[in-house]
């Protein structure tokens, strides 16, 4: 590869761990600009017009959606493969997930993580309780049940590794950052197949680095990942807080 | 084709339109089931389980979201294609249709649509008057200042019709009917876009299928499709209303 495609994003996120599993995966060199939406500066407005994390830069393309990069990284970069080959399997995969993306994302990320994690720690808020027991107790319960019952007894969703597994586990990873696990007596199959995903190489090296930050205030994360060995952008879109972008 | 595929949902909704429009330009025989997402029964919870609309049935295969039924239709029916075959370029196509399904969808349907029409009609509750105004005001003109930054001076946006221009005219479409209409003096090349895709004769006969219905009962939508001579399928998922599942 000539020159290293960037991603604009922080590691906290499920939709850029999404993106960072896809490029580990696929072995494609990457650097990246560890910021948070709510503190994107104008270009990042530009390259993000709804100021949302992840961005993808590969040469004069610039891209949006966690989804869409995913794709285009499979089309682009199409080994190892992680769609499905057939394509009512495909269509299976992308929908768990926009699943993840749209339903996990409001349940566990908004309603859970966002709550416990993100607003105390970095706007000193109160957590809406009423949200977080309704996540706890109604929600997050009902999704693991839609999804027990979309997997096989064992292994990944489709057999081999895909954008659903890494999709799913993303998500359940971003809420084990409050603390969340899921019962395993209860969905046996989703708690297998979120241990299987982050077991992975790929994942762990991702882990290790998310441990190191996770409580790291922002406009220190660059250095901590420098001593990491992490591959930084030269430049930050982050600086200018203009407004709360993460929802 | 062994058996006509079948589709769930209002001809009114754009994300229903999306993949009405794929099929009807691949010339896929299809039946639909003209439901709207609060009035469908527990057969449809099972179908969709966020209870959106559309739904596609194909044999045995169950799939959500219009993004991903689009792809589906793309990958298992190829030709004609819909999709830029180039990866930047079908990367960009899809982030503009994703940009329709949550931002326009946001700005055009649900702070327009749904609160001058779908809310006052099925409800008989009034608008949010405060919402409708930023949307028209503000909301609405940003995203049309963005897009038109997108588009080529004529054409479709990738040259050949694509579903980055399907999704952008469904969107507009669908605020047409509270009589939304793009100012061309101000934004001419979205403008032109959304007529060029209205003008194609697959979205000339889903539009005068629309404009026959877009005031009739859903009670009463069958009768009216089975006189227009439109496929419908044997059974039906809608009758108890459980709950408002429109957003």
Chains 1, 2 share one sequence.
Not at 61 to 75: A, G, K, P, T
Not at 110 to 127: M, V
Request: glycine residues 6%.
């Amino acid at each position: 590869m000539a020159e290293a495609v960037s991603v604009i994003g922080s590691y906290i996120s499920p939709y850029v761990r999404k993106v960072l599993a896809c490029l580990e995966l696929k072995g494609i060199a990457y650097r990246i600009d560890p910021i948070a939406p709510f503190v994107g500066n104008e270009t990042f407005t530009r390259l993000s017009p709804l100021r949302r994390i992840p961005v993808l830069i590969d040469g004069e393309l610039v891209l949006n959606d966690s989804s869409v990069i995913c794709q285009y990284l499979e089309d682009r970069y199409p080994t190892p493969s992680l769609y499905p080959a057939d394509p009512g399997q495909r269509a299976r995969a992308r929908w768990l997930e926009e699943y993840a993306d749209t339903h996990l994302g409001d349940v566990l990320v908004w309603k859970l993580f966002f709550q416990l994690g993100a607003k105390r720690f970095l706007f000193r808020e109160e957590a809406d309780e009423a949200m977080v027991r309704r996540a706890r107790e109604e929600e997050i319960p009902a999704a693991l049940d839609y999804l027990e019952a979309q997997l096989p007894p064992t292994g990944f969703v489709f057999g081999e590794l895909s954008i659903a597994d890494l999709s799913l586990a993303s998500f359940f990873r971003t809420a084990g950052f409050v603390k969340y696990a899921i019962d395993a007596s209860r969905w046996p199959r989703m708690a297998a197949l979120v241990d299987a995903v982050m077991a992975l190489p790929a994942m762990r090296r991702l882990a290790d680095i998310e441990d190191r930050i996770v409580r790291v205030p922002l406009e220190q994360q660059r250095a901590v990942l420098a001593d990491l060995g992490v591959a930084l952008t030269a430049d930050t879109v982050g600086g200018a807080p203009a407004r709360r972008g993460f929802r």
